[in-house]
C-alpha cells in the first residue's frame, strides 16, 4: 500500500481529491480565522463580529429617561425592546441599530436628516417616532410601542382568510399615500413590518430605515450587520440592481408581493398563477396584484392610494355576505348595516291591547256568547302571543349588543 | 472540474446582493439571464458533490451520469424555485433537497424518456468525475454527510482556483506556487527562511507576501460563501457546518 501524504500542519493523510493538494480541513480553519492586523488597505475586509442585542440592564446605563423592560425582537436591523417613559407615563418601543451601522462619513448628518423625515409622519396607521440619537455609537429611535402581532406571525398562525386581507391593505395603501406625499419611501414593505394593535388598526414601522442602514451596509462590504437581503423576496427588481436609486413604486410591488401572500399564503416566484387560481378571491383582485407587481415601475399603479381605492372598490362590490370580522372593522371600510331595531314602545301597547281583548274574548266564551267570542279569543290571544314573542326577542337582542354575543342562536 | 474565471474576487465595492445566489433567488420572479448565469455558474462549480451523493447512494456509473445530466438540465431550464420556503437560504441545502426530490419523484419516469444530448448549460467532465469519485477512500459516512464534504472540497477548490488565478494574472504564478502550503501550515513547517532562498527575496518581504496571501484567500473564501447562502448572517454559520462536516 502507498504511504499517503501528510498535511504538515496537522499531521493527518491528505485526501486523495484534496483541493490544490492542500488539506481541506487546515484550509478551513485558516478561513475562519480573523486577521491580526485589520484595516491595512487590503480588499479582504475584516468581518465584524455579529450583532448581540444588549441586555436590557446593559441598556439602562445610556437611557436614563426610559425604564428599558423587555426585549421584544431583533434581527431586521438592530434589536427592539419595549421600554417605558415615566416622565409620560407611557409604553415606548426603543429601537437600535448595530454599531457597526453608525461608523463611515457623513452617518450622522443622514440619518439626523431621516430621523427628522420620519417625525414628520403623523399617520394613524404610521408607527410615530418620539425621540432618535446615539447612544455608546448605536443609532437609536423611540417609537411608538404597538401591542400586537406583525403580519407574518398571523400569517403563520393561520389567522388570516382573504376578506380580513381585504381590510387590511386599503389601511396600508392610506399610510403608504401619506408618507409618499411627505417624500418619503419605506424601502422595506414585508409582513414583518406591518403591525396590527389591538384595536385591529394596521401600523407600519421601520420607514426609511432601510435606507439609513442599506447604505452603511454598502459601505462596509460584506458584514453580518442585518439580514437586508432577508427581505430580497419583497423588493422590487430595480431594488435589486440598485438599492438606494427607487422610488415610492418600488413600495408598490413590495405591497403586491405581501397582498399576494396573504391572499394565496405563497410568495409569487416564477410566473405565479393569479390570486383567483389558488384561493377564493375576487377575480378582480388578480388584475390588482398584477399591476402592482409589474417589473417596469412605469407599468404598476403610480400611486398607492390607487390600489387601496381599485381593492376598496372591489370590497364593497362583492359584499354579498355581511362583514365577518368578529374585531370591530377598520376605519376604512364602510360601516356594516344597522341591525334591526324596532322600539319597545311600539310592541308593548299592541301587547296590552291584545291581552285585554284576549281576556275579554276568554270570558265572553266562558259567559256562553261563544260564536264571536271564539273569533275574539282567537284573533286577539293570538296578537298577544305574537306581541309577547316579539317582545322578548328584542329583550334578548339587547343583551346581545351588551355582551357582544347571542344569547340564543334563534335571535 | 475547473470553473471558468469568476467575478465573486470584487472588491470593497462589490454588494452583497450582486451574489449569485441572492440573485437567483431575487430572480426567481423573473427570467433574467443574470440569473440564469449566476445559477449556471453555481452549478458549475458545484456539480461534483451530487455526482459522488448520487453515486453513494448506489446508482451505477452510467445511471449517476444520466442521472446527473437530467437534473442539472432540468434545474436551468426550468427555474424550478418558485417554492416559498424561507429554508432556501443555503444553495447547498438547497441542490441537496432538489436532487432529493428528483430522485424520489422524478426520475423513474423520466428514465425512460430521457432527452440524450446533455445539459447544454455546463460542462461536466463526467468520465472524470467517476475517475475522481473511484480514488475516494472509504468512509462510513452517510450521504448526506460525504455530500456536505464533497461540497467543502467543491468550495476550497474553487476558491484556489481564483486565488491562483489572481496571482498569475499580476505574474506571480511562481510565488503563488511557492507559497501556497501556508495557507494551511504553520510557521514551522514552512520555515520562512527556506522560502526567501527559494524566491530570492529577503525574510520581511516573505512574511509580507504571505500575510497577504492569507488575506486574500480569506477575502475570497467569505465572497463564496457569501454567494451561496441569502444571508450574510448565515456565512459564519456555513463556514463552521462545513467544518464540522470536514472534521466529522
Known amino acids: 500500500m502507498d504511504t499517503m501524504p501528510l498535511c504538515p500542519s496537522c499531521n493527518r493523510p491528505l485526501p486523495p481529491n484534496a483541493p490544490k493538494g492542500l488539506c481541506p480541513e487546515c484550509l478551513l480553519k485558516a478561513g475562519l480565522q480573523t486577521d491580526a492586523q485589520p484595516g491595512a488597505g487590503d480588499p479582504a475586509q475584516p468581518k465584524p463580529p455579529p450583532f448581540v442585542p444588549p441586555r436590557p440592564e446593559e441598556l439602562a446605563r445610556h437611557f436614563p429617561q426610559l425604564e428599558i423592560l423587555e426585549l421584544i425582537g431583533r434581527g431586521g436591523m438592530g434589536a427592539v425592546y419595549k421600554a417605558r417613559q415615566p416622565s409620560l407615563d407611557r409604553l415606548v418601543a426603543l429601537k437600535i441599530l448595530p454599531p457597526g451601522v453608525a461608523g463611515g462619513a457623513g452617518f450622522a448628518e443622514r440619518f439626523t436628516r431621516e430621523a427628522r423625515a420620519l417625525a414628520r409622519l403623523s399617520h394613524p396607521n404610521i408607527v410615530a417616532v418620539y425621540d432618535f440619537g446615539q447612544a455608546a455609537g448605536m443609532p437609536f429611535f423611540v417609537m411608538e410601542y404597538v401591542d400586537g402581532p406583525n403580519l407574518r406571525e398571523l400569517e403563520r398562525g393561520g389567522k388570516l382568510n382573504p376578506r380580513e386581507a381585504m381590510q387590511i391593505i386599503p389601511q396600508i395603501c392610506q399610510a403608504l399615500q401619506f408618507a409618499h406625499d411627505e417624500g418619503i419611501v419605506h424601502r422595506d414593505i414585508k409582513p414583518e413590518n406591518i403591525l396590527l394593535d389591538k384595536k385591529g388598526r394596521v401600523k407600519i414601522a421601520d420607514f426609511g430605515i432601510a435606507k439609513l442602514v442599506g447604505q452603511a451596509v454598502s459601505d462596509a462590504a460584506l458584514t453580518g450587520a442585518g439580514d437586508v437581503v432577508g427581505t430580497l423576496h419583497y423588493m422590487a427588481p430595480e431594488q435589486v440592481e440598485k438599492p438606494l436609486a427607487v422610488d415610492h413604486r418600488a413600495d408598490i410591488f413590495s405591497l403586491g408581493v405581501v397582498f399576494y401572500e396573504l391572499l394565496t399564503g ?123 314573542v316579539d317582545w322578548i326577542l328584542i329583550v334578548c337582542r339587547a343583551f346581545k349588543d351588551k355582551k357582544g354575543r347571542r344569547i340564543a342562536k334563534w335571535t | 472540474m475547473n470553473s471558468s474565471g469568476s467575478t465573486a474576487a470584487e472588491g470593497p465595492g462589490a454588494r452583497f446582493l450582486t451574489t449569485h445566489w441572492s440573485v437567483v433567488l431575487a430572480a426567481g420572479r423573473s427570467d433574467s439571464t443574470r440569473a440564469q448565469s449566476a445559477l449556471a455558474r453555481l452549478c458549475q462549480t458545484y456539480w461534483y458533490p451530487l455526482y459522488a451523493y448520487v453515486r453513494r447512494r448506489g446508482h451505477s456509473p452510467h445511471d449517476a451520469q444520466d442521472l446527473t445530466q437530467e437534473f442539472f438540465a432540468r434545474l436551468l431550464e426550468h427555474h424550478s424555485l418558485a417554492s416559498a420556503d424561507p429554508n432556501r437560504g443555503r444553495f447547498r441545502s438547497f441542490l441537496l433537497s432538489s436532487l432529493n426530490h428528483f430522485l424520489a419523484h422524478e426520475w423513474q419516469k423520466v428514465r425512460a424518456q430521457k432527452r440524450g444530448g446533455g445539459c447544454q448549460l455546463l ?42 488565478a489572481e496571482y498569475q494574472q499580476a505574474g506571480k504564478a511562481e510565488l503563488f506556487a511557492a507559497l501556497k502550503q501556508t495557507l494551511t501550515g504553520t510557521r514551522e513547517s514552512q520555515p520562512y527562511a527556506v522560502l526567501a532562498a527559494r524566491l530570492g527575496m529577503n525574510e520581511a518581504a516573505i512574511k509580507v507576501a504571505v500575510h497577504r496571501l492569507r488575506k486574500r484567500y480569506r477575502g475570497l473564501l467569505r465572497a463564496e460563501i457569501a454567494n451561496v447562502v441569502a444571508d450574510p448572517e448565515q456565512a459564519d454559520d456555513e463556514l463552521r457546518h462545513l467544518f464540522a462536516a470536514l472534521a466529522g
Not at chain 1, 416566484?269 to 383582485?285: C, E, I, Y
Request: charged share 20%; hydrophobic share 45%.
Open chain 1, 266 to 388: 405563497e410568495l409569487p416566484l416564477g410566473k405565479f398563477a393569479p390570486p383567483s387560481q389558488m384561493a377564493q378571491v375576487d377575480v378582480r383582485l388578480d388584475e390588482v396584484v398584477v399591476r402592482a407587481l409589474q417589473k417596469e415601475p412605469a407599468r404598476r399603479y403610480q400611486h398607492v392610494s390607487d390600489l387601496g381605492t381599485d381593492v376598496q372598490n372591489i370590497t364593497a362590490a362583492g359584499s354579498a355576505n355581511p362583514p365577518l370580522l368578529s374585531q370591530p372593522p377598520a376605519p376604512a371600510m364602510p360601516p356594516a348595516p344597522p341591525p334591526e331595531e324596532t322600539s319597545d314602545c311600539r310592541i308593548l301597547p299592541a301587547f296590552l291591547l291584545a291581552f285585554i281583548f284576549g281576556i275579554f274574548g276568554a270570558h265572553r266564551f266562558y259567559v256562553g256568547k261563544t260564536g264571536t267570542a271564539f273569533l275574539q279569543l282567537f284573533t286577539f290571544g293570538g296578537l298577544g302571543i305574537w306581541a309577547t
Open chain 2, 123 to 164: 460542462s461536466l467532465d463526467l468520465a472524470l468525475a467517476e475517475q475522481r469519485y473511484d480514488r475516494e477512500l472509504a468512509d462510513n459516512a452517510t450521504p448526506d454527510k460525504l455530500f456536505d464534504k464533497h461540497w467543502a472540497g467543491a468550495l476550497l477548490e474553487e476558491v484556489l482556483n481564483q486565488l491562483e
